[in-house]
């Protein structure tokens, strides 16, 4: 085998947190939470990816309050799913890997029509929420510096109550358009107080959460950060600046640092290639109208950009190269044996994979069978994609498709 893929394959140490191997399940949204309840769903889910060899796996959308959810079936990390996360994360580590928890909040990007404690939402500033506006939420509200100061403190809640219902680690999210992001990006941070204008300004409220949740779960507790390296929309975060927020990242203490990139708000298609998630997204509608005006507007919403492997290795490059303490994530088109090899041998620490898992829950069992002769056999069609809001969550068509005129084979052809 590549001393490169068996570099991938070995043990590796995040923090003071040994990982079985070097290959961890990104965090997505599954929509495997209706009502926001997570179940036999959501953990059978994970202990497919588990039992199939991952070093760690990473649950999406643990948001920090009820109000920070995008839509009311997304979880919270509340009182009312503390018994079942603490027995989900306790099965998931029988199997050897390491569970870690995503810490998002929406900011703006909402179409909850649940809000508990806010009248709608609130972002860095008073904008039009088109996310909202299918449901008829037109408009968010900027946060006051109370607001901030609340929402760093459920930060810190959150961050203590993951810890005690057995996480291994926190991934807090800085990026993809949601609440931390709009403070870090020029196109949706327009304050003139101290919460905006220069870089340092924007990343002072994303620096107070890391800083909150290093409080509270303590020093040997990895804390990782997925960050932009762009929003990849005119008026937002470019590279050159994401570079800076990664060196205060670094400087603040984080473990851990995910290169990813584009908005879910803005250019979502910059994040996954491939295939666009136009018609798909427009045949999840149950409402006619918001169907047919995806129909309408889904190639102009959904910028075409065509698959290619590693297509942020470069980005994630230039950050290893800038920071000095952190650990280094790859994510973003790394679907091959051989790809994995390039990300090990540009010194790369871990790799965090998201269709691939999909596609065969079983990567990491087989890559350490088959080696270089490994082929996953995801397409970037990302359907996946476009079933989060779908019954019964995400899922691999492809898959489905092989197991039906196998008998059950699930084996990436």
């Known amino acids: 085998m590549n001393k490169y ?17 070097r290959i961890v399940k990104a965090a997505t949204y599954e929509g495997k939470t209706p009502g926001g309840a997570p179940g036999q769903t959501l953990l059978d889910f994970h202990q497919e990816i588990c039992d199939g060899g991952v070093g760690m796996t990473t649950i999406g959308y643990c948001t920090t309050e009820a109000d920070g959810r995008i839509n009311e079936d997304m979880m919270y990390l509340g009182d009312y799913a503390r018994d079942t996360l603490q027995s989900m994360v306790a099965t998931l580590k029988k199997t050897g890997a390491r569970v ?7 900011g703006h990007f909402s ?3 649940q809000l508990q404690r806010l009248k709608r939402p609130k972002g860095p500033s008073a904008q039009f929420n088109a996310l909202g506006s299918s449901v008829g939420m037109f408009w968010t509200d900027a946060m006051t510096e109370k607001d901030i100061n609340y929402l760093v403190d459920t930060y810190y809640d959150a961050a203590l109550y993951m810890k005690d219902v057995g996480f291994d680690a926190a991934e807090i999210h800085f990026s993809h358009g949601y609440g931390l992001s709009q403070f870090i990006s020029p196109k949706t941070n327009r304050r003139n107080d101290r919460y905006g204008g220069s870089l340092e300004n924007r990343m002072r409220l994303p620096l107070m959460v890391l800083d909150a949740v290093r409080r509270a779960v303590g020093d040997e507790f990895p804390i990782l950060g997925k960050m932009g390296l762009t929003d990849a929309v005119k008026g937002g975060l470019t590279e050159d600046e994401a570079v800076g927020v990664a060196q205060l990242l670094d ?4 473990d851990a640092l995910i290169t990813s990139g584009g908005t879910s708000s803005y250019n979502v298609m910059h994040m996954f290639r491939g295939e666009s998630i136009a018609n798909g997204i427009a045949d999840m509608q149950s409402n006619a109208f918001t169907r047919g005006l995806f129909k309408a507007l889904g190639p102009f919403i959904f910028k075409n950009y065509p698959y290619k492997e590693l297509y942020f290795l470069d980005g994630c490059k230039r950050v ?3 920071v000095k303490q952190a650990k280094m994530v790859y994510i973003g088109g790394c679907h091959t044996a ?3 090899q390039t990300v090990m041998a540009e010194g790369i620490d871990f790799v965090q994979l998201g269709r691939p898992l999909i596609r065969d829950p079983q990567l990491v069992n087989r890559l350490k069978d088959k080696g270089e002769r490994y082929r996953n056999g995801c397409t970037e069609c990302n359907l996946c994609v476009t079933t989060i809001e779908a019954p ?3 899922r691999c068509h492809l898959r489905e ?3 039906s005129q196998g008998g059950g084979r699930d084996e990436p052809r």
């Open 251 to 254: 400087g603040a203490g984080i």
């Open 111 to 113: 179409k909850n029509t």
């Open 338 to 340: 051989e790809s994995l």
């Open 5 to 21: 893929l068996q570099k991938a394959l070995e043990p590796a140490q995040m923090g003071s947190l040994t990982l079985r191997n």
């Open 392 to 394: 019964g969550g995400i």
């Open 100 to 106: 870690s928890g995503q810490m998002t909040h929406c």
């Open 401 to 403: 498709a092989e197991q």
């Open 320 to 322: 290893r190269d800038a």
